[in-house]
């Protein structure tokens, strides 16, 4: 099986990937760190290197797709190539920073690596407000993540809903994580996971 767990940045998708791993004996994957060679371009020139920096990470991104698809163990996976092309992508396109040009052609290859791809069993859309994500962010400390606009969190947000709700195929899970800690509040994870249980293998809620 090939689960994805998506969310705005500061949702908590890094934590709930590791407990639900841990959980299931799920292999997790992450995002790969590697360094972008278009990196330092683009933030001397956006404009002018944001389709390479995006046309990179979305082969890297469909890489990881297509060896996740081979391989014979569950994979939990922490963001997904989808929301990298429906939010984060489209999210350059909307502040100017991709022409329609080459969001246009950035589009048709993406449509074409969808036919070589299996969609994931099951999405968890981790659904969060603006003050959470900022709360959650501020808390975690990262320095880059310090200076990001709640402008940019909201779109980001927008862009969220209307992938996971108009554009997105597959099967969703949504959690309200604003009034969760499923990290320190064994009750808020155990809800997780009976609601997963019930999707995936078909079994009720228990209560208690």
Not at 77 to 102: C, H, P, W
Not at 164 to 189: M, S
Request: proline residues 3%; glycine residues 4%; negative net charge.
């Amino acid at each position: 099986m090939h689960i994805v767990i998506a969310g705005n940045i500061g949702s908590g998708k890094t934590t709930l990937t590791n407990l639900l791993a841990k959980h299931y004996d799920w292999e997790p994957r992450f995002e790969a760190v590697a360094h972008n060679p278009y990196l330092e371009d683009y933030y001397s020139d956006i404009q002018r290197w944001a389709f390479n920096l995006e046309v990179y990470f979305l082969k890297e991104r469909f890489k990881d797709c297509l060896d996740i698809d081979k391989s014979p163990k569950t994979i939990i996976q922490d963001r997904s190539i989808y929301e990298g092309v429906y939010v984060f992508t489209a999210n350059n396109r909307k502040m100017g920073q991709l022409s329609d040009r080459d969001y246009e052609t950035y589009m048709e290859l993406f449509e074409q690596m969808l036919t070589q791809l299996r969609i994931p069993d099951l999405m968890i859309y981790l659904r969060a407000d603006i003050s959470h994500l900022v709360e959650n962010i501020q808390k975690r400390g990262r320095d880059y993540e310090q200076t990001i606009q709640i402008e940019y969190l909201q779109g980001l947000n927008e862009l969220y809903e209307e992938f996971i709700y108009q554009k997105y195929p597959g099967r969703v899970l949504t959690i309200d994580v604003n009034t969760l800690d499923y990290l320190h509040r064994k009750e808020d994870l155990k809800q997780i996971i009976q609601q997963i249980d019930s999707l995936l293998f078909g079994l009720f809620p228990i209560e208690g």
